[in-house]
């Protein structure tokens, strides 16, 4: 071997030795012979370096999973031999091999026992345990490699082509019928030797045993002789948990309800027997979560077969089953209660399913009844915060945490669904008692208190959040817990947690204001105050903002009262943040907090009472501040060098913008804003931010703000924006980049679409400078291998065929014929090309869409000059020559629906030129392109028929056969 290519195997080594052991490892692949060098390296043992055996135990693997046909039966031989003298050599070395090599080694076994136990290495399994008998570098090794050949045979996590499947079945059955029963007796009398000795190999055989139990004779291992060598390992401290695992795995194996029920309930009879139902004693937790794993195995395994005696009427079995289930009820209690989390979580499964079996039982006995109320204070008890929880700065931990408690909530959603007067009392109980002491209560039990009334809102769900009407019931019990709530002072506490699960139930339950508005004006401030909008933790004011508008959205009828009030009290909230913060302190909300406080400024005062001239006054003191910044740092960036200050600057511009638009969210159309007398303020806004897209500096994100607030304009003031439109459109077309004019389209087409005929003019004026925009993009060069580039402009033609689309079927057509003949077929040509040559289905359906409707507005008698003529020398070729091409997949869902637009392009036609048509297909251009003439006659037959059904499945069967 090439001893200095070997030096760069060596994970110190450097960049041209580690590619030089690349390029030999290539090389000794490829060859034919090479591999044999390594055989012979492994079995002579010529090497000490581990890195050298790995890389020689990687050669063979190629050899066998990549070139084991072309071999012949000799050099078959060779491998078999290697591998057995290697495996015997490892029994008398002096030391073992490093687990990485062992790992390999058993890969490699592994994938030689996949290519040839079922046809030269029958006796695999035979050879392997004669050669290694009980000894325990041998056990290690073929430990291993039986986890290795599970991860090839069995492994559902692992993606098998249909032929390796087949494989793996037939080599699944093999070993059933000729050597599953030895490998278990095997597992056995390693258990037996190494249970006191060898622990770590004890474990490695229970993961074995483990592994394999889900597709073998379950009889082999479910019998006293196995399952009593399983259980006394439970009593071995390190052997246990490997135990635990292996015995939910022969639980969790599909077998016969009756005798799953036998099989769990003579375990727990034994586990019970020998003191492990005792968990109080147990202070292993890294146990318990195996052994809490294990009952909710045993659990829901029981649950199961219930359904299932049920289901087929074994009453009698049903009955016995349901016993034995309530019988674990009390030591998955005491897991669920467990203080470690990760104990209590692994028995959610059962509890659950638990639950489901008591709801589909007509009556519950009282001992049933406990076990709900036992769950239910459980679940209640562990919904609670510990006092490591870092509210402020969440991590893995947290993380876990708020996970697990999802998975409480699920099961608090089920209890609700068994038993929801018990769940409404025991809230109710527990959230009255924490309330009349909460000064004194710690912050944990008081979170939790309200946390649970929040959620009642879904374990005891209401349409359209009325749960203050209907069930008097559960509404008086709600109401009484709201009014407790917000009166008993409780948004005073001084916590994190507390604070926001207080505004997160007051806007769960808004409704309750709608029977109780006495409360409102002492909720209003305490959103407004300290302990909401001008919090100590920015967490809590950035939640609260959110919280305040949806707040104000449900309620804006019952605060008329207030709302100047609410007004001055936020206006400091709603100042335009500097870029740079002025005396170091950031601003109390940001940019995003803030977008939702105009926006709840603006229902305020678009839904108040006010008359209309008041509500234009309060409009414009919202705004008026916005423009006058916006005036004022636009001129401050025009000056401005420093790069960072530009983009500082042009943030804070697009905010001001943002704020305006979202000022506007109050208004459903143009009617509310005239009612309002707010038209002309926007049109001053219009007036200040259009002017910012001829600024050469930082346009990206001045131009993305201004086109939004043009979306929103042209829905609030109709065509009281057209004035503005030309101007920001010559502006926004000015040196563009693919994504300016891929978000400026969208605004082009709105227009279209709203104002068709009215902005006729305009369109026909800008059509041919946005096509030329579009073009001069799409053919500027870029970098082979930039995908960012390549998406961005595959987006924008996609844009730029939607917006021939949007022409076309808003009846703007002539908008396109009054471009001049030179333009039109510019652009015509363009829709071939996305038609034909571009493999992209999305783009290719929107071009045949195009083209089918211009054939039906220019494709008649009367249509535009000239189009026939094109429609014989380019559409019709094209709905035959797109299907055709290599990158045309029928087998992709997209594709398929651009396919169905070639059907109905060609029906178009049809519909437009008639027999003419039919006569041109039948006689030109098909036999051009060799199409036989009955195939001839029969598309021309379909095509003729009422029912563009029949085409579409013609054309898809058509071209699959010309594909062939």
Not at 68 to 96: C, D, F, N, Y
Not at 116 to 139: A, C, H, M
Not at 552 to 563: C, G, P, R
Not at 695 to 709: D, N, Y
Request: negative net charge.
């Amino acid at each position: 071997m090439d001893e200095h290519a070997l030096l760069g195997l060596n994970p110190n080594a450097d960049a041209s030795h580690r590619q030089r052991a690349l390029a030999y490892f290539e090389q000794l692949k490829e060859s034919q012979d090479a591999w044999q060098v390594c055989a012979e390296a492994l079995v002579k043992e010529l090497y000490s370096d581990d890195h050298v055996k790995f890389f020689c135990f990687q050669v063979l693997e190629h050899q066998i999973k990549f070139r084991h046909a072309g071999l012949s039966a000799v050099q078959q031989q060779l491998i078999r031999e290697t591998l057995m003298k290697w495996l015997q050599s490892q029994l008398m070395s002096a030391q073992p091999e490093k687990v990485f090599i062992r790992n390999k080694a058993a890969q490699v076994f592994a994938l030689a026992f996949v290519t040839e136990y079922l046809t030269q290495w029958p006796k695999f399994f035979f050879d392997i345990l004669s050669l290694i008998g009980l000894n325990p570098r041998g056990v290690d090794l073929y430990l291993r490699t039986l986890m290795a050949i599970d991860a090839e045979v069995v492994d559902r996590d692992i993606l098998h082509s249909s032929e390796e499947t087949r494989r793996n079945t037939v080599i699944k059955d093999t070993m059933r019928e000729q050597c599953i029963p030895a490998l278990v007796e095997s597992w056995y009398q390693i258990l037996q030797a190494y249970q006191q000795t060898h622990s770590e190999l004890t474990c490695q055989c229970l993961e074995v045993v483990g592994t394999y139990v889900s597709w073998i004779d379950l009889s082999l291992i479910a019998n006293d002789r196995f399952v009593n060598l399983l259980l006394s390992h439970m009593s071995v401290e390190v052997l246990r948990e490997e135990a635990c695992d292996c015995l939910f795995e022969i639980v969790n194996k599909g077998m016969d309800p009756v005798d799953k029920t036998k099989l769990v309930e003579s375990l727990c009879q034994v586990l019970q027997s020998t003191g492990f139902f005792n968990i109080e004693q147990e202070e292993d937790v890294d146990f318990l979560a195996k052994f809490s794993k294990l009952v909710n195995g045993m659990g829901q395994a029981l649950v199961v077969s219930w359904t299932k005696l049920v289901k087929v009427g074994n009453l009698e079995g049903a009955q016995d089953t349901l016993r034995a289930v309530e019988a674990k009820v009390p030591l998955t209690l005491q897991l669920l209660a467990h203080e470690d989390d990760d104990i209590s979580a692994n028995v959610v499964g059962f509890c659950y399913d638990y639950l489901h079996v008591l709801k589909q039982l007509p009556l519950l006995t009282d001992q049933q009844k406990a076990n709900v109320e036992a769950i239910m204070l459980a679940v209640m008890k562990k919904l609670t915060y510990d006092d490591e929880y870092n509210f402020e700065n969440e991590g893995e931990d947290e993380a876990m945490f708020v996970e697990y408690r999802k998975q409480l909530k699920l099961l608090l959603d089920r209890l609700a669904q068994v038993s929801p007067e018990l769940l409404l009392e025991t809230v109710r109980r527990v959230f009255t008692s924490t309330m009349q002491s909460w000064q004194t209560a710690s912050f944990m039990e008081v979170e939790v208190a309200i946390r649970l009334v929040y959620m009642l809102g879904e374990a005891l769900p209401a349409s359209q959040g009325a749960h203050f009407s209907g069930d008097v019931a559960k509404a008086s019990a709600l109401q009484d817990m709201m009014r407790t709530l917000v009166t008993c002072g409780v948004s005073g506490y001084h916590h994190i947690s507390v604070t926001l699960e207080f505004f997160e139930t007051v806007v769960r339950y808004d409704k309750f204001f709608i029977v109780e508005p006495q409360h409102i004006p002492s909720v209003l401030m305490a959103f407004l105050d300290h302990r909401g909008l001008r919090h100590g933790s920015p967490k809590v004011r950035s939640r609260v903002a959110y919280l305040f508008s949806r707040f104000v959205k449900t309620l804006h009828k019952h605060m008329n009262a207030f709302i100047e009030d609410i007004l001055n009290r936020i206006q400091d909230l709603l100042e335009l943040s500097p870029p740079v913060p002025e005396n170091g302190y950031p601003a109390l909300l940001t940019s995003d907090d803030q977008l939702f406080v105009f926006e709840t400024a603006g229902v305020l005062i678009v839904n108040s009472e006010f008359p209309a001239e008041r509500k234009q006054a309060l409009m414009r003191n919202l705004l008026s501040p916005l423009m006058e910044r916006f005036q004022l740092l636009l001129g401050k960036l025009l000056q401005e060098q420093d790069e960072e200050r530009q983009a500082a600057l042009a943030d804070c511009l697009s905010h001001a913008v943002g704020f305006a638009s979202r000022t506007s969210k109050a208004f459903s159309n143009k009617q509310t804003v005239k009612q309002c007398g707010c038209s002309e303020v926007y049109r001053d806004c219009l007036e200040t931010f259009v002017p910012a897209l001829s600024c050469p500096i930082q346009k990206g994100a001045l131009r993305s703000g201004v086109r939004t607030f043009l979306h929103r304009m042209i829905i609030c003031l109709e065509e009281e924006v057209l004035p503005f439109i030309p101007a920001a459109s010559e502006h926004m077309l000015k040196d563009c980049e693919a994504k300016d004019l891929q978000e400026f389209i969208p605004l082009i087409n709105q227009i279209t679409a709203k104002f068709k005929a009215q902005v006729s003019p305009f369109l026909q004026q800008v059509f041919m400078p946005l096509v030329q925009a579009i073009f001069e993009v799409l053919s500027r060069p870029a970098e082979e291998n930039d995908q960012t580039a390549a998406l961005e402009k595959q987006m924008l033609r996609r844009s730029y065929f939607a917006f021939i689309q949007a022409m076309a079927s808003s009846g703007m057509n002539e908008v396109m014929a009054n471009q001049g003949v030179e333009n039109i077929e510019r652009v015509l040509f363009t829709i071939i090309q996305g038609a034909v040559d571009i493999p992209d289905p999305v783009a290719q359906k929107t071009c045949f869409i195009i083209l089918s409707k211009l054939v039906e507005l220019w494709g008649g008698k009367d249509g535009l000059v000239g189009f026939p003529d094109f429609i014989y020398k380019h559409i019709v070729p094209a709905c035959f020559l797109a299907p055709l091409k290599p990158t045309f997949d029928l087998s992709d869902a997209q594709t398929v629906l651009t396919l169905s637009e070639v059907a109905l392009t060609l029906k178009m036609i049809h519909v437009k030129r008639g027999q003419e048509f039919i006569q041109y297909l039948q006689q030109d251009y098909l036999p051009s392109v060799q199409v036989t003439p009955d195939i001839i006659q029969e598309l021309c037959q379909v095509l003729q028929q009422p029912d563009s059904k029949v085409l579409k499945n013609y054309i898809k069967a058509f071209f699959q056969q010309a594909k062939l």
